[in-house]
Every structure is written in structure tokens, then in C-alpha cells.
């Protein structure tokens, strides 16, 4: 079955780095394009980036452009989200999610809490 686990969350200060990681398992990753979210407390889940099969495509919100950095490794069937100059802004719950055969698979979530 298709399983999600991220890791690499924490309590980091502002202007801060931390880099995501999302480990992937029963399908074949080197096929699909992956994502990260964000959820942030009382506020709707959002796409912060994507990454396609190959990962020679990327894509970002707005608001981390420049900031954030998502990548692949095919072998190792995992995706990361480095992510530098964190602001509060920043501080959600971070989701990979991979669509398979129509269907939407996602992690179990780890926590990014920016604060001083």
C-alpha cells in the first residue's frame, strides 16, 4: 500500500533553516510527481510545491518562491523541502501527498513551529 512518512520538523527561529524529508513506499516512485502542504491552525491546507517524476519541474506558492527549495531523490524514494529564512508565517503542519491512480495519499504530517 502507498505510504507517506515525513520527518525533519522542529522548533527553529526565525530567519531560521530546516529541511523536510517525505520517505515513499508502494508505488513506484521515480513515476510520479509529489507535494508538499502546509496547514496552519485554523486556516485551509495549501500547496507550498511540487515536483515532477523526473523532478526537472518545480513549482512553488507565491509565498515561498525563493525561499524554499523541493527536490527527489529517485533512489532513495524520498522528497525533500528545504526550506530557509523562515518566518512565523511559516509555522504549520507539513503534508507530502502523491496522487496514484486518482487517488490522493498523504502523509502523517510533521510540525514546523517558527518563534524566537
Known amino acids: 500500500q502507498v505510504q507517506l512518512v515525513e520527518s525533519g520538523g522542529g522548533l527553529v527561529q526565525p530567519g531560521g533553516s530546516l529541511r523536510l524529508s517525505c520517505a515513499a513506499s508502494?508505488?513506484?516512485?521515480?513515476?510520479?510527481?509529489l507535494s508538499w502542504y502546509r496547514q496552519a491552525p485554523g486556516k485551509e491546507r495549501e500547496l507550498v510545491a511540487r515536483?515532477?517524476?523526473?523532478?526537472?519541474?518545480?513549482n512553488y506558492a507565491a509565498s515561498v518562491k525563493g525561499r524554499f527549495t523541493i527536490s527527489r531523490d529517485n533512489a532513495k524514494n524520498t522528497v525533500y523541502l528545504q526550506m530557509s529564512r523562515l518566518n512565523t508565517e511559516d509555522t504549520a503542519v507539513y503534508y507530502c501527498?502523491?496522487?496514484?491512480?486518482?487517488?490522493?495519499?498523504w502523509g502523517q504530517g510533521t510540525q514546523v513551529t517558527v518563534s524566537s
Open positions: 508502494g508505488f513506484t516512485f521515480s513515476s510520479y510527481g
Open positions: 515536483i515532477s517524476s523526473a523532478g526537472g519541474g518545480t
Open positions: 501527498k502523491v496522487r496514484v491512480m486518482a487517488n490522493d495519499y
